[in-house]
């Protein structure tokens, strides 16, 4: 909804600090009450948008009531009209005011220099050309993106791992399970080492290709136990019928 | 996340994935099993996890971000390759060279997770944490970059998805958050 100016101040008087409105000119005193009101009109007119300029009065209650350093709430009334400029949504901005300012320091320090319609606003001599050189192209920020989205989502699958296991049992049972060969001496020389479990391992494999991912025998030792028992008996039998 | 147990179709896993973010998660804990053994059976290497991560990545990127990406197999079929693929790749880079002798036939996928130019450089890292900042303190300025850049959605798109009132609007925001995204950077690289 579109206001005219005098909708805007009627808007103000009626809505700022409507509970506290003395509290706060003893705290700041008339003059800068004044002052304050003025910063809050201009922004309005700018934006010129009933439902922000309500939210930015509903913020600036909040702060009065909860903030009693007059640097704090200077400085943070001066950067919400800013924060609106810069996506921020009314919610976000509640966010910001409630976790105090140290985190935002980086974030605020950008804002200030954006101007109300969103522009650079002008600097220091040395900062300033430093900020004509840098260009960030479309492409680039296309790959910080998906740099940043990969990291995201690696964290988030290292967290998935803690949570419910990385997998690791697999490992173990299929450990030297490799149907790989290298051409590289060093490896054939590994590949040897694993020859051994590399019996076991064709055995599990084809179970494990049989049943699509059940799980492989647990270990040859009773194989072992029954043939070890079955040469008994042979040497048993050969002596007994070679004795007699 | 705690529904182990349930099986997701790939249909349903790929749906889930554009719908929201816990699709991916459920992608992972479904195929994490069968592929690292998979892997496993492949070869004895240090960063089997990892290459698992960056198949899923590779899954993830395709289907988000190329529209022209059909699938012509299952996921698992798909992971199981880009993982090989990766594996191979890794192996390739500490001069080792192996022929695998799997029998699961996945020559026809050739992806892997694409590796991004100039990842290490200082622009890029203060890019990330710019990026990383924009994300913690919120606003709708890396929802929008993201949904532009990455995803390459198209304005009027953007506009009805992040309830703008029209692709103009959402258009100017796109140019606040760019140069936002500029002064940030600036700041995290000379600070």
Redesign the interface.
């Known amino acids: 909804m579109k206001l005219i100016d005098k909708e805007i101040a009627q808007i103000i008087e009626n809505n700022l600090f409507s509970d506290s409105k003395q509290k706060f000119i003893n705290f700041f005193g008339p003059e800068q009450y004044q002052s304050l009101l003025h910063e809050i009109y201009l922004y309005s007119v700018l934006k010129n948008d009933e439902n922000v300029l309500r939210s930015l009065l509903g913020k600036a209650n909040y702060i009065i009531e909860n903030f009693d350093t007059k640097n704090v709430i200077n400085r943070i009334l001066k950067d919400l009209a800013k ?1 609106y ?5 009314s ?2 901005i509640m ?2 005011v409630k976790a105090g300012n140290k ?2 320091d ?2 605020l ?3 200030r ?2 101007d109300f319609q ?3 606003l002008e600097s220091e001599p040395e ?1 300033k050309a ?2 004509s050189d ?1 260009v ?1 192209e ?1 492409d ?12 995201y ?2 964290n ?2 290292k967290k ?2 803690k949570e ?1 296991g ?2 690791s049992k ?2 173990t ?12 001496p060093m ?1 054939a020389m590994e590949e040897s080492m694993h020859s051994k479990s590399q019996k076991i ?1 064709r055995y599990t ?1 084809k179970s ?2 049989k049943s699509h ?1 059940s799980m492989p025998p647990k270990s040859n030792k009773i194989k072992i136990i029954f043939i070890a028992v079955v040469l008994v008996v042979i040497a048993f039998l050969l002596w007994y019928f070679l004795s007699n | 996340m705690r529904n182990r147990g349930r099986q997701y179709s790939d249909a349903e896993l790929i749906a889930r994935i554009k719908e929201d973010s816990d699709g991916l998660d459920l992608l992972y804990r479904q195929h994490q099993r069968y592929c690292l053994s998979y892997l496993n059976s492949l070869h004895n290497h240090d960063e089997m996890q990892d290459i698992f991560h960056d198949a899923v990545l590779a899954f993830y990127e395709k289907i988000s971000k190329d529209e022209a990406f059909v699938l012509r197999c299952s996921i698992q079929t798909y992971l199981c390759a880009v993982c090989r693929n990766m594996l191979r790749e890794r192996l390739r880079k500490e001069n080792r060279f192996i022929n695998f002798e799997d029998e699961f036939e996945h020559d026809n996928i050739i992806d892997v997770l694409e590796p991004i130019e100039s990842e290490n450089s200082p622009k890029m890292k203060a890019m990330h944490k710019a990026l990383s900042l924009m994300k913690e303190t919120g606003g709708k300025c890396y929802e929008i970059l993201l949904r532009y850049f990455y995803l390459k959605q198209r304005m009027d798109r953007i506009a009805y998805e992040m309830d703008y009132t029209n692709s103009d609007n959402a258009k100017n925001q796109k140019a606040r958050c760019q140069r936002r995204l500029k002064i940030l950077t600036s700041n995290v690289l000379f600070s």
């Open positions: 924060l400029f810069s996506g921020f949504t919610s976000d966010q910001l985190r935002f980086l974030e320090k950008a804002l220099e954006l969103g522009n650079i900062e430093f900020k840098l960030i479309d680039e920020i296309e790959r910080a993106l998906i740099l940043f989205e990969r990291q989502w690696k988030r699958f998935i791992d419910f990385d997998g697999e490992k049972r299929f450990k030297g399970m490799s149907a790989s060969y290298e051409i590289e490896m391992d494999r494990y290709n991912g």
